[in-house]
């Protein structure tokens, strides 16, 4: 399935707050990217 849902970071270093929201939607088995 395509990524519905975008976690968009302006840097590396924003993963550790953003990780939290990739879980969520693991959790509700929703399709996501990630990009820097």
Same mark, same amino acid.
């Given at each position: $399935?395509?990524?519905? *849902? !975008?976690?968009? $970071? !302006?840097?590396?270093? %924003?993963?550790?707050? $953003? =990780?939290? @929201? @990739?879980?969520?939607? %693991? =959790?509700? =088995?929703i399709?996501?990217?990630? %990009? *820097?």
């Open positions: $399935m395509s990524p519905v *849902v !975008g976690i968009v $970071m !302006g840097s590396d270093s %924003d993963w550790p707050v $953003m =990780e939290a @929201a @990739a879980q969520a939607l %693991d =959790e509700f =088995e399709p996501y990217e990630v %990009d *820097v």
